[in-house]
C-alpha cells in the first residue's frame, strides 16, 4: 500500500526503545502505592528490557480517569471491544497504514522465497498476572488448540498456506519461528490484521492447567464445574475475546473485571499493572484508570449518550448518514467534537447472489451474468444515495476505492447507471420471460422467480431502507424479492448449508484487495460465509476434500490460481500486477453487485478526550482505534469521567 494513496493525517509515532533510556521509569498513582504496600513488584520487574515507546498523538497525557462506552444489550459488541482493549498482536499497523511495525516481537526476519518467518520478541514482557510471556505460549496456543480437531475443526485461513499449517517453534523464549511448505508472502500483513488477534492471546502457564492433554484431571475438575463436554468447558476458559472470561490472563492495557453476560448491565476494565509500553517521558501506559462500557437499551439511546456528551469516544458504526445533521449540531454547542472515519469498505452495502444455489434452476438463473447484470441496472441508485448518503457517495460496484492503488474503474462503475428498459431486456435475453397476467418473471421450469434476501441483525442502519428500495426498483422489471433479518448465528448456519438465495454484507476490500480479497475472488482468510455468492467454491479453495467443497467453473478456477500465485509473490510490485489480473477476471464475472461507494462517516468524542486523531481509516484489517494505541488516550478534565 502506497503512502500516497492515504488522505489522512494520523500522526502517532511507534518507535522501539534499543535500551532503557531513562534514569527511572515512573508509573500511575494507584500502582506506585501498591508496590508501596507491598502487593506488586517494582516497577522496573514488571517492565520488559525494552518496553515499546509510544509517542501521543497530542501531548503526554495525565493519569487517572475513566473512559466511558456504551454498547447495546443483546447485540455482537466483539469488534469493538477487541478494536478498543485487544489489538495487541506479534506486529501491528502503523497508524498511517502505510507498514507493519514492531509490536510484540521486536524484530523479524523473511526467507527469500518467504516460507520461513523467525521474530525475535520483546523480552521480559509478562502476562496480566505476571507471568513472562515467551515464545512458547505462541507454540502451545498451535498445539493445543489450532492442531486439535475438535478445538478448530477448520484450522484459520490466514494461518495457512498452500492449504496446510505451518511448523511451529521455539528456538528459545525469545524465538518464534513459522515454517511454511509453500511460499506465503503475506504472512507478515495478516499477522497486523485482527483476524491474528488468537496468536498472543494464550497464556499456556494458566490454561495448560485444564487441557486434556497437559493435565486430565484439571480437565475433568472443569467438566464437572460446568457439567459440560471437555471441548465446551475449555471454551469457556479460552476464547480470544478475553471480556467472557475475566480470569484469563492477557496482554492488553486494561483487564475485563467482570464478564460480559447477558445480565451485565456494564462491563469494566482497569489498568493492567504489567502492561509493556511507556510513553516518551518513561511513564508506563496507559494514562487512563478504567474504560466501562455502559450496556443500554438500544441503538437510539447509545446516540442520545453520545451527543449529550456522556460517551468519551465510541468506535461504533451503528449510526445512519442521516445522523450528521444532528451531531455537527451538538459539536457546534461544544458537547462533543467530530472525528471523521475513512472506510476501507467499497461499498456500504452488497448483494451477493447465491452462484452456488443448491436447486439447478435457481442456480442456472443466478448463475447467469445477464441476470446479475439486469438486477444491478434496475436499481435506481441517485435516489437512493440522495435519500441516505451525503454528496460523498456517487454509483459504484464493489471495487477497490479510488484512492487505492488497485482503483478499477471498469469493475467500480460498470453497470451502476439506472436502466430499467435494459434490464428487462437483460431478462428476456436469459430466458426469464415474464407472465402476462401481471408481468412478474418465471424460472425456465414455470415457477416464479423470486428472491429472499438475507439480511443480518444487527446490521447497518440504513440497510433496511436501501433493501426496501431495491425491492420496488426489482419489482418493477418483474422480479419478486422479499428481505428476512436473521440473527448472526442463523444468518451464518444458513449460508454454510447453502439453503439461501442472496445475502447482504458490506462490500469488503476498498484499499486492501489483496488482503480483503473475498468480494473479488471465492477465497478468504476468514469463514466462508463472508463469501455467500460462493461460499462452496470458497471450500474448495480451501480444500478440495472438504465437506461441501465444490470445484469452480473453468474461469473461476483459474482466477484462484492466479490468487494463489499473488499469496507465494514476495515481490511486491510482481504480487500487484498478478492482483490487477484478478481484478480484471473479477470484473469479467460480476459477482455481485455494489450500491455506491462508501462516504467518510462522523464519529464522535467528548472534548476533554485526548490523544485522538481527528481522522482515521476504519476497518476490520486496521482495527481502528487499536493502530493508535488505546493506552495513550487521556482527559484533559478528570471532572467528566469520574
Known sequence: MRATQLILLVTVAIVTAPSRGWAVFTEAPELHAQVVAGKLPPLEQRLPIAPLIVTPVEKPGTYGGTWRMAIVAGEDNSPLLSRCLAYEQLVRWNPNWTRVVPNLAISWTINADATVYRFQLRQGVRWSDGQPFTAHDIVAWIDDVVRDPELTPSPPGWLLAGGRLPECTAPDDTTVEFRFAVPNAIFLELLASMNANELTRYPAHHLRKVHRRHNPAGAAELMRQTGRSWIDSFRTVFTPWTWRNPSCPTLDAWIITNAYTPEATAVVAARNPYYWKVDTLGRQLPYLDRVRFEVVTDRAELFRRELAGEVDYNRANYFSYASTPAILEAEKEGRIRTVRAVSSNSNPIAIFLNLNHADPVMRAALGDKRVRIALSKAINRPAIIQQLYSAEAMPWQIAPRPESPFRNRRL??????????????????????????????????????????????????????????????????????????????????????????????????????????????????????????GARWARWFSNPQAPGAEKPPAMVEKQMALYRQVMAEPNRESRAALMTQVLEIAADEFYAIGLCLDPVRVEVRTPGFRNFPASHFDSWLYPDPGPFNPCQFSLESLSVAK
Not at 437483460?426 to 425456465?444: F, K, N
Open 412 to 533: 467500480g462503475e460498470q453497470f451502476t447507471t439506472y436502466a430499467p428498459e435494459q434490464s428487462k431486456a437483460e431478462l428476456e435475453a436469459a430466458g426469464l420471460h415474464a407472465r402476462e397476467s401481471d408481468g412478474m418473471r418465471l424460472l425456465r421450469d414455470g415457477r416464479l422467480f423470486k428472491l429472499t434476501i438475507l439480511v443480518p441483525r444487527p446490521s447497518d442502519p440504513d440497510w433496511p431502507a436501501i433493501m426496501d428500495r431495491v425491492k420496488s426498483d426489482w419489482r418493477a422489471i418483474g422480479v419478486e424479492m422479499e428481505w428476512t433479518f436473521l440473527m448472526r448465528g442463523e444468518f451464518n448456519e444458513q449460508i454454510t448449508q447453502n439453503r439461501h438465495d442472496g445475502a447482504i454484507a458490506n462490500g469488503s476490500g476498498g484499499f486492501a484487495p489483496i488482503l480483503e480479497p473475498e468480494c473479488f475472488v471465492p477465497a478468504t482468510f476468514e469463514y466462508e460465509t463472508r463469501m455467500p455468492y
